[in-house]
């Protein structure tokens, strides 16, 4: 499933925890696929705490509790690490990460918390949602088949990396528009993990990030760059970022685009790409400014100038995506969606 319907998905399992109707919700994937993200951006949402168990580093005891005697009867001493409505509050996320790395006898003392919601004395509080994620085995990960058992407890859920839906999460996140035009010219490069070769490095949502980290770091120190954006995305994607770095020398007059002046449209295919991103970053820094009516129009008037009308719908589409409804507003969007009425506008 795409990111963006996942992340629906589980926005709605975490408010049906409050109506009963939760389910907890295993999410399944490669590394760096942005998993954990996903859940820390449904909580973050709704201003309520994660609490993050690392199955892989436990032992059962550590879930179930230390015992010690009370006159003559065993006692458990509940963890702290659980939730707990007095201490967390009355609703949350408690997200079991890297369960299927966890050993079986670990997994075991996971059943009843997370088909009963309970561990001896222990009750999770009503409200709170819990859900889960691990790598599948044939990442190269430390991981255990799944018991029976514990998979029937989830509803299970596969994350697709989906450019469109990294793009979107890029610009609200403010990743440098060189890196997301690079992987709008190069998009089989979002996630490129062979288990095969069980490489230390490689392109993946999460190490993109790091690569827009590199270039605010290194952007002035070109001997550390190549190496730096290597260290991050792999050796090959390293490379063929910072060549696509160093060719935005040719990039059109940015200002001058927005200040209504005919600038024509590059005729390389991967400097096309680089001014889309560029003007969509714009388009985002103009919003809720006096100005954003006047910035936006002359975006839309310069997309209509790429030949490749595929080109200036996928500038449009993802400005809408960052500005929201509002585009559709500007006198210059009727006059854009008549030059590419026979190219569907998603």
Not at 8 to 26: D, N, R
Not at 201 to 211: D, Q
């Given at each position: 499933?795409?990111p963006?319907?996942?992340?629906?998905?589980?926005?709605?399992?975490?408010?049906?925890a409050?109506?009963?109707?939760?389910?907890p919700?295993?999410?399944?994937?490669?590394?760096g696929?942005?998993?954990?993200?996903?859940?820390?951006?449904?909580?973050?949402?709704?201003?309520?705490?994660?609490?993050?168990?690392?199955l892989?580093?436990m032992?059962?005891?550590?879930?179930?509790?230390?015992?010690f005697?009370v006159e003559?009867?065993?006692?458990w001493?509940?963890?702290?690490?659980?939730?707990?409505?007095?201490?967390?509050?009355?609703?949350?996320?408690?997200?079991?990460?890297?369960?299927t790395?966890?050993?079986?006898s670990?997994?075991?003392?996971?059943?009843?918390?997370?088909?009963?919601?309970?561990?001896?004395?222990?009750?999770?509080p009503?409200?709170?949602?819990?859900?889960a994620?691990?790598?599948?085995?044939?990442?190269?990960?430390?991981?255990?088949?799944?018991?029976?058992p514990?998979?029937?407890?989830?509803?299970?859920?596969?994350?697709?990396?989906?450019?469109?839906?990294?793009?979107?999460?890029?610009?609200?996140k403010?990743?440098?528009?060189?890196v997301?035009?690079?992987l709008?010219?190069r998009?089989?490069?979002l996630?490129?993990?062979?288990?095969?070769?069980?490489?230390?490095?490689?392109?993946?949502?999460?190490?993109?990030?790091?690569a827009?980290?590199?270039?605010?770091?290194?952007?002035?120190k070109?001997?550390?760059?190549?190496?730096?954006?290597?260290?991050?995305?792999?050796?090959?994607?390293?490379i063929?970022?910072?060549?696509f770095?160093?060719n935005?020398?040719?990039?059109?007059?940015?200002?001058?685009?927005?200040?209504g002046?005919?600038?024509?449209?590059?005729?390389a295919?991967?400097?096309?790409?680089?001014?889309?991103?560029a003007?969509?970053?714009?388009?985002?820094?103009?919003?809720?400014t006096?100005?954003?009516?006047?910035?936006?129009?002359?975006i839309?008037?310069?997309?209509?100038r790429?030949?490749?009308?595929?080109?200036?719908?996928?500038?449009?589409?993802?400005?809408?995506?960052a500005?929201?409804?509002?585009?559709?507003?500007?006198?210059e969007?009727?006059?854009?969606?008549?030059?590419?009425?026979?190219?569907m506008f998603?």
């Amino acid at each position: 499933m795409r990111p963006a319907q996942l992340m629906s998905v589980l926005e709605q399992e975490f408010l049906s925890a409050e109506t009963g109707h939760h389910t907890p919700a295993m999410l399944w994937g490669p590394p760096g696929v942005g998993k954990s993200q996903m859940v820390a951006q449904i909580a973050a949402r709704h201003g309520a705490p994660v609490i993050d168990i690392r199955l892989s580093q436990m032992e059962p005891s550590d879930l179930r509790g230390i015992p010690f005697r009370v006159e003559d009867r065993v006692e458990w001493a509940v963890p702290s690490m659980l939730p707990d409505a007095e201490r967390h509050g009355s609703r949350g996320i408690l997200f079991l990460d890297e369960i299927t790395s966890a050993p079986p006898s670990v997994s075991a003392a996971a059943y009843q918390l997370i088909l009963d919601r309970r561990l001896g004395a222990y009750v999770i509080p009503e409200h709170w949602a819990i859900f889960a994620a691990g790598n599948r085995q044939g990442d190269r990960g430390v991981t255990y088949t799944m018991p029976a058992p514990l998979a029937n407890r989830f509803s299970h859920f596969e994350v697709e990396t989906h450019l469109d839906d990294w793009v979107a999460w890029a610009y609200s996140k403010g990743i440098d528009e060189r890196v997301i035009a690079f992987l709008r010219f190069r998009p089989e490069l979002l996630f490129d993990f062979d288990p095969a070769h069980n490489p230390v490095a490689f392109p993946s949502p999460r190490s993109w990030e790091f690569a827009h980290r590199a270039l605010q770091k290194f952007h002035e120190k070109p001997a550390l760059l190549t190496g730096s954006l290597q260290a991050c995305v792999g050796p090959a994607a390293g490379i063929e970022l910072n060549a696509f770095v160093e060719n935005l020398d040719n990039l059109p007059d940015l200002d001058a685009i927005l200040a209504g002046d005919e600038v024509p449209v590059p005729k390389a295919i991967d400097l096309q790409y680089a001014v889309a991103a560029a003007l969509v970053g714009r388009a985002i820094r103009a919003k809720d400014t006096a100005d954003a009516g006047i910035v936006h129009g002359r975006i839309l008037s310069y997309a209509k100038r790429f030949r490749q009308k595929e080109m200036g719908v996928m500038l449009v589409n993802d400005m809408y995506r960052a500005v929201g409804e509002s585009l559709f507003q500007v006198p210059e969007f009727s006059e854009w969606a008549q030059t590419v009425a026979d190219v569907m506008f998603e």
